[in-house]
């Protein structure tokens, strides 16, 4: 039952980060834009709560830090891709190697000296609860933002009006805006909030998951955010069993590891991966369900004319 | 430490060019009494770690020559094909010693040496040498052997746990040589081991550690270059070893001892013989008794008697009345790979590819 408890809650807090990052790229691509530099901005949101920790601010000012650095460095991207109409693959990657300099250099000053983590709840009696408490209801207040930021964004794009415009800016910008909606304007919200998303997801990482600074410290969950959007298809509820899935395989492919399973620790490495890969290849073998998800207009810059 | 410029590079380069054209090298280098060393680091200098100890070594040679040294640094480089323009670069700009600082430094340092025969190179564990490349290594082994035993004896569970990068020789070694440690305490010790399969990954390192921990290992042990398997046994309630440097303000107070890398001799040795005119191509592996590997202080956690052992073991080592890889070793099958009375070939021990009995893992 130890067991059992270390490798749920290690896959939850694991995927936490992913679920973050990939739901605020998951708006984004709903709205016909392709931000690649999760990456940079997660090392921005990474740098500023830590540093906004070790400057003495309290934790739900760092963790907004953190998220308000990463909504910043999407700003640029904004502007370059959505007003400038720079290629949006070009400006997402240097979006993510200029964020990871930065973030770098901000962080010289940091020194490694090492900070309270951010704590796990305590609810009174759901967390003394003798099972389910440890299971379920003693993670950080993080992990439980981010299954409710799922929630809000599943509700937000099939359930609302402005969601539905958010989409259809997505699939044709151009009869969107004939009738009226501004898109860019809606595109520039988009890109901010998955900004704000990649820099919470950076956040968690800083002050929560493994509280340091370290340059690079994502150490490539950015990209991985970004894969799971495509495998997930677009579709909320298969980013978040993605990074369940991913999380759940690495915390099992290291129990694999520690058990002495006869098998090399390079294979069992590879394993979320390609879990991960097959799994959602597999669930998406629908092509129609496949071009129903997909925002048509993805990448491609808009002008709107006149 | 002065920045290099690409036009000072330039500069450099074309003195050198016309210095060449006109004859030797070696007289221009010493015309200005002032040893030019070049240094270039796998990755940036951080609180603690690899590099952090190398920069230490920088630190002795500014100390130790004042002005009659001028330091060229550069950080950050990883990838081969970067390395090799930056070895070549330090050369050309006239430094008349060059270190390289990791294992990936080695066929770039290899591809550049050649071609700069009056220049040395120093190379930290590397594995080739030619005549101006020299080595330089730690017996890492030595220092796991040691905090090895001083797991074996605090640990309640007899259960170790080791959290490395790749399953390599220079890991797997140590590795081995954390439990031969343990096991010489407590000879029903085993060693639960994890590679992360990357240099660096934080996250990935933490859940390794408390993968490690809910196995019920009490003790954990990260060859890795951050501190995050040492916080995690510290929130855990579980000692922890570290790596490279002494990582305790990291630990809740849990760190038992860290097997930490001194390489001031290295660096200051081989800037005198290069300013004495005497440097010649070196393979350096030393260990505790050169001071090369250092324990950092014990726990206070540990019982003094238990202390002192453990500071014996190290005079014991440092002085080859032990030896860490001494017979009889078992693989994980019960196969005899040294026999009782000798001990590990050298080359046994630089080419470690095999789990000794006790260890839980596969290694390919």
Known sequence: MELFTAIFTGTIVAATPLIFAALGELVVEKSGVLNLGIEGMMLMGAALAFWAVTAGYSMPVAILAGALAGAAASLLFGVLALTFLTNQYAAGLALAIFGSGVSAFIGRGFGSDPIEALHGVNIAILSGLPVLGPLLFRFDPLVYLALAMFVAISWFLYRTKAGLILRTVGESPQTSHAIGYPVIRIRYMAVLFGGLMAGLAGAYLSVAYTPLWVENMTAGKGWIALALVVFATWRPLRVLLGAWLFGGMTILQLQGQALGLQVPSELLSALPYLATIVVLVLISRNRQMLALHFPASLAKPFRPAG | ?364
């Open chain 2, 1 to 364: 430490m002065n920045e290099l410029t690409r036009r000072g590079f330039l500069k450099y380069s074309g003195a050198l060019g016309a210095a060449l054209a006109t004859g030797g090298l070696s007289t221009i280098a010493r015309a200005d009494d002032v040893l030019k060393i070049g240094v270039v680091y796998v990755s940036p200098i951080a609180e603690i770690g690899w590099t952090k100890q190398h920069s230490l070594g920088v630190e002795a040679i500014k100390s130790e020559f004042g002005d009659k040294a001028k330091l060229t640094v550069i950080d950050n480089i990883f990838m081969p094909q970067d390395a090799e323009r930056v070895f070549r670069e330090l050369a050309s700009a006239g430094n008349q010693l060059i270190f390289g600082t990791s294992f990936s430094h080695g066929t770039p340092m290899q591809k550049v040496a050649p071609r700069f025969p009056k220049i040395a190179f120093e190379h930290c564990s590397g594995i080739v040498h030619l005549a101006n490349l020299g080595t330089f290594e730690a017996k890492y082994y030595e220092g796991t052997f040691v905090a090895g035993a001083a797991g074996g004896y605090m640990s309640k569970s007899g259960k170790i746990g080791f959290i490395g990068g790749f399953p390599i020789p220079d890991i797997v070694g140590p590795a081995n040589a954390l439990l031969l440690g343990a096991q010489s305490v407590n000879p029903n010790a085993t060693c639960n081991a994890i590679f992360l399969n990357s240099w660096f990954d934080p996250g990935k390192e933490k859940e390794a550690a408390k993968t490690l921990l809910s196995q019920g290992c009490d003790v954990i042990c990260s060859m890795t270059d951050t501190a995050t398997g040492v916080q995690v046994a510290g929130e855990g309630g579980a000692w922890s070893i570290g790596y490279a440097s002494d990582m305790s303000k990291f630990s809740s107070g849990k760190q038992l001892t860290s097997f930490v890398l001194d390489w001031t001799s290295d660096y200051v040795g081989a800037a005198k013989a290069v300013a004495a005119g005497t440097w010649k191509p070196e393979v350096r592996w030393d260990g505790l008794a050169a001071g090369v590997v250092k324990m950092a202080p014990y726990n206070d956690g540990i019982p003094a008697d238990v202390k002192a052992k453990l500071k014996q073991l190290e005079a014991d080592i440092g002085s080859g009345k032990v030896h860490p890889y001494a017979g009889e070793l078992k693989d994980q099958d019960g196969n005899v790979k040294v026999a009782a009375g000798s001990v590990l070939s050298d080359d046994g021990i630089r080419g470690m590819n095999w789990f000794v009995k006790g260890m839980i893992g596969k290694l390919s």
